[in-house]
């Protein structure tokens, strides 16, 4: 497909022309690679659909766990601002989070990069850390706050139903500072995640192992000064 897609753009294709819901062909990529040649060959990212959703932002859904690294450098060779809100106030750092936290980089669930060109089902592994790790080094700020003023695991709540290893990623990567960052109405996500794993409807080994983690490093940075200041009160997360 990607061969196709460099062939027409050689034939004089237009990159930037738009469907009746304003999606260029770049927002319709099915794979990694098809992506980068359609950026290569001149496609806009930027270019907005009916919803204000800027071209690359669709496009993310290309890029299975193994290509994330790749796609993610082919969007900031091509000036992509990954942290920039689009029109629903969501950046592509959100919506990369979003889709680990949902599980679609796990292997269990089914994307549209996931089939081969014969309809097939590829198979994969868990890539969700992968796919986390490669945002991250991107530049992909993974603490901002979307247009209502949530952070990652604020989008997660009530339900909870994330998936657990990129909720303990999330967790380690912040240092838990995200648990406890209330949204504009007042809410932090501790109370709710906390909850959840009391009542098990997370596969919560992961995320208590991340929460021991991270409260034995807060309490290891404060030992310098259990000494010659009031001892710290010992509790962080606790079920």
Same mark, same amino acid.
């Given at each position: 497909?990607?061969?196709?897609?460099?062939?027409?753009?050689?034939?004089?294709?237009?990159?930037?022309?738009?469907?009746?819901?304003? $999606?260029?062909?770049?927002?319709?990529?099915?794979?990694?690679?098809?992506?980068?040649?359609?950026?290569?060959?001149?496609?806009?990212?930027?270019?907005?659909?009916?919803?204000? =959703?800027?071209?690359?932002?669709?496009?993310?859904?290309?890029?299975?766990?193994?290509?994330?690294?790749? $796609?993610?450098?082919?969007?900031?060779?091509?000036?992509a601002d990954l942290n920039a809100p689009a029109g629903d106030g969501h950046s592509l750092t959100q919506r990369i989070l979003d889709a680990a936290l949902a599980?679609?980089?796990?292997?269990?669930?089914?994307?549209?990069?996931?089939?081969?060109?014969?309809?097939?089902?590829?198979g994969r592994p868990d890539q969700t850390e992968g796919v986390l790790d490669a945002l991250l080094q991107a530049g992909g700020r993974i603490a901002d706050v979307?247009?209502?003023?949530?952070?990652?695991?604020?989008?997660?709540?009530?339900?909870?139903?994330?998936?657990?290893?990129? =909720?303990? $990623?999330? =967790?380690?990567?912040?240092?838990?500072?995200?648990?406890?960052?209330?949204?504009?109405?007042?809410?932090?996500?501790?109370?709710?995640?906390?909850?959840?794993?009391?009542?098990?409807?997370?596969?919560?080994?992961?995320?208590?192992?991340?929460?021991?983690?991270?409260?034995?490093?807060?309490?290891?940075?404060?030992?310098?000064?259990?000494?010659?200041?009031?001892?710290?009160?010992?509790?962080?997360?606790?079920?």
């Amino acid at each position: 497909m990607a061969a196709c897609a460099r062939m027409l753009l050689e034939a004089g294709a237009k990159p930037d022309a738009k469907n009746g819901v304003g $999606w260029t062909a770049l927002a319709m990529a099915t794979t990694a690679e098809l992506a980068e040649v359609l950026m290569d060959g001149g496609a806009p990212l930027d270019a907005t659909d009916s919803h204000g =959703i800027p071209a690359f932002h669709s496009a993310f859904q290309a890029a299975t766990g193994a290509d994330m690294r790749r $796609w993610l450098a082919a969007c900031l060779k091509h000036g992509a601002d990954l942290n920039a809100p689009a029109g629903d106030g969501h950046s592509l750092t959100q919506r990369i989070l979003d889709a680990a936290l949902a599980g679609r980089y796990s292997g269990s669930l089914l994307n549209r990069s996931d089939f081969d060109e014969n309809g097939r089902h590829r198979g994969r592994p868990d890539q969700t850390e992968g796919v986390l790790d490669a945002l991250l080094q991107a530049g992909g700020r993974i603490a901002d706050v979307d247009g209502q003023g949530r952070n990652a695991l604020h989008r997660l709540a009530p339900e909870w139903s994330g998936h657990a290893p990129a =909720i303990a $990623w999330l =967790i380690r990567r912040t240092k838990g500072s995200l648990m406890r960052q209330a949204d504009p109405a007042g809410l932090v996500p501790e109370l709710p995640l906390l909850a959840a794993l009391r009542r098990g409807r997370e596969t919560s080994e992961p995320v208590l192992k991340a929460l021991a983690e991270v409260e034995a490093a807060l309490l290891a940075e404060d030992l310098p000064t259990a000494q010659s200041a009031a001892p710290s009160s010992g509790r962080r997360w606790r079920l």
